[in-house]
């Protein structure tokens, strides 16, 4: 059974650089059926994608987040990771890991259908 | 503001049917699946319905999905205590080029 857990720096000081990795166990990253996703939810609000990426290193990323995100993976260790600089309060939420499907021409297919159980970070001095 | 538009609220009585819509445009529900999503209160977000109106392997066939043009519904039938939680739509968006979701619907069981 698949399983996704996120870990990394829980509070982080405004401006600096947000940190996690997403352990994949239970299955593969190297599937090129899937991608792997980060979402985010701030206190109290609704979910926001942030990007994803492929074993192969293909990355897609939200435009409002684009100029402050990377993604990458780590194949050797089954997991994937999310940088994310420059952060301010509005960057405080729920960061979680999910395994992303796409087919389809154009994205006609997207979802996600194993999440982690997410990690919270707080960007606070 | 949120570009696919839930209500904020839904209520039912335990049995009852209960329908949340999401509504859309040509970029995003007019053109693409919609997808829905369910989280139970402190717990992480689960598919609920993919490709509009499939169930993945342990979804409950009280819940399905619909699409028409540029909106979609959710509807959750013999309502139960334990679907009480928040209901996303979720579609991907060909002017932002990116995944978007609905503001999230908080349903409560009366």
């Known amino acids: 059974q698949l399983q996704l857990r996120e870990s990394g720096s829980g509070l982080v000081k405004p401006s600096q650089t947000l940190s996690l990795t997403c352990a994949v166990s239970?299955?593969?990253?190297?599937?090129?059926?899937?991608?792997w996703s980060w979402i985010r939810q701030p206190p109290g609000k609704g979910l926001e994608w942030i990007g994803y990426?492929?074993?192969?290193?293909?990355?897609s990323y939200n435009p409002s987040l684009k100029s402050r995100v990377t993604i990458s993976v780590d194949r050797s260790k089954n997991q994937f990771s999310l940088i994310l600089s420059s952060v301010t309060a509005a960057d405080t939420a729920v960061y979680y890991c999910?395994?992303?499907?796409?087919?389809?021409?154009?994205?006609?297919?997207?979802?996600?259908?194993?999440w982690g159980k997410g990690t919270t970070v707080t960007v606070s001095s | 503001q949120s570009v696919l538009t839930q209500p904020p609220s839904a209520s039912g009585t335990p049995g009852q049917r209960v329908t949340i819509s999401c509504s859309g445009s040509?970029?995003?529900?007019?053109?693409?699946?919609v997808n829905w999503y369910q989280q139970l209160p402190g717990t992480a977000p689960k598919l609920l319905i993919f490709?509009?109106?499939q169930r993945p392997s342990g979804a409950p066939d009280r819940f399905s999905g619909s699409k028409s043009g540029t909106s979609a519904s959710l509807a959750i039938s013999g309502l139960q205590s334990e679907d009480e939680g928040d209901y996303y739509c979720?579609?991907?968006?060909?002017?932002?080029?990116?995944?978007?979701f609905g503001g999230g619907t908080k349903l409560t069981v009366l």
């Open positions: 979720a579609a991907w968006d060909d002017s932002l080029n990116g995944l978007i």
């Open positions: 040509s970029s995003n529900i007019g053109s693409k699946t």
């Open positions: 239970g299955g593969s990253i190297n599937s090129d059926a899937y991608s």
């Open positions: 990426i492929y074993h192969s290193g293909r990355t």
């Open positions: 999910a395994r992303s499907y796409k087919g389809g021409a154009a994205y006609y297919y997207f979802y996600m259908d194993v």
């Open positions: 490709s509009n109106n």
